[in-house]
């Protein structure tokens, strides 16, 4: 990550962030509610498979003023990664080291405003969680997300009001066929 | 008298539910807990108990990703949390659906995904 110090401190996204900084190579959610398919977009974007939030969310199924389920996001992420693949749902947050102990995952986070939001979570240090934000400074129309950092202790807390929703990688697709 | 995550943690184990807990601070109740790969553990069927300074909040599922959330005292949240999982045995519906049935007036408690923020 790095260049944390340079960021402005502080989410658009409602997060107690510890440093938050512009990525041009993070993702912008496009719609209100689109927040965990921009983050499988993301992870699609990671792993070299350019999909628009559009079909992402036609795949998915999008219900207007709910968002997306992390079932359904998982399927769709399982059907159209190239070499990984997901599940979604609520899982026991003492899973929480072995999500981290492998590849980026999706986690559910309740903001200040008491609503639901998804980032990527890439990797926990030190007790400091790293993530990627789809909702950029200003929410859709930001032009990109952000990198952040959050103290590992208030993402579990936020995680456990979101009712500890992800969705995670837990195969590689190696030897399976077309 | 239930006032601990411990003491919460052992009355839904009595009851034949799954419990995880994140140090002294919530609680994850469940069933059917299935294990989606390398160990990390999952349910169709889970909410959460989450001690606050003043009071207790407990979390169900509502659409989407989307909420319930209700407030109040442990024993009456651990109360509700018991017949909620209870309803669900029986219907073997959504726990959301388990949920709309016992708490009155449940809409105003959904927490939805991000609409705005200011």
């Known amino acids: ?178 | 008298m239930m006032k601990t995550v411990a003491d919460a943690k052992a009355f839904f184990e009595n009851e034949g539910l799954y419990v995880s807990t994140d140090k002294d601070r919530s609680l994850w109740i469940a069933t059917n807990v299935r294990d989606a790969g390398n160990g990390v553990l999952i349910s169709d069927h889970a909410c959460s108990l989450i001690k606050g300074k003043q009071e207790w909040t407990a979390v169900f599922p509502a659409e989407a990703s989307c909420t319930f959330q209700i407030s109040g005292a442990l024993p009456e949240l651990a109360a509700t949390i018991s017949v909620v999982f209870a309803k669900q045995r029986v219907t073997g519906d959504p726990l959301r659906d388990a949920f709309r049935q016992v708490v009155p007036d449940s809409e105003r408690l959904i927490a939805r995904q991000v609409v705005a923020h200011v």
């Open chain 1, 1 to 178: 990550m790095g260049n944390e110090d340079s960021g402005i401190v502080g989410s658009g996204g409602g997060l107690p962030y510890l440093a938050e900084r512009d990525d041009s190579d993070v993702v912008n959610q496009e719609r209100a509610f689109s927040c965990q398919a921009a983050c499988a977009r993301q992870l699609l974007r990671d792993a070299g498979t350019d999909v628009s939030e559009g079909e992402l969310l036609a795949q998915i199924g999008y219900l207007d003023g709910w968002g997306t389920s992390a079932n359904n996001t998982g399927a769709a992420l399982d059907k159209l990664h190239p070499t990984l693949g997901f599940v979604g749902g609520s899982v026991d947050p003492t899973s929480i080291a072995i999500l981290c102990r492998r590849d980026p995952w999706i986690a559910s986070l309740k903001t200040d405003q008491g609503t639901i939001h998804a980032v990527i979570v890439d990797t926990i240090l030190a007790n400091v969680v790293y993530v990627r934000d789809p909702w950029g400074r200003t929410g859709p129309g930001s032009g990109n997300g952000t990198r952040a950092t959050m103290n590992l202790d208030a993402f579990m807390e936020r995680w456990a009001y979101a009712l500890n929703i992800a969705v995670f990688p837990n195969r590689t697709k190696k030897g399976e066929g077309p």
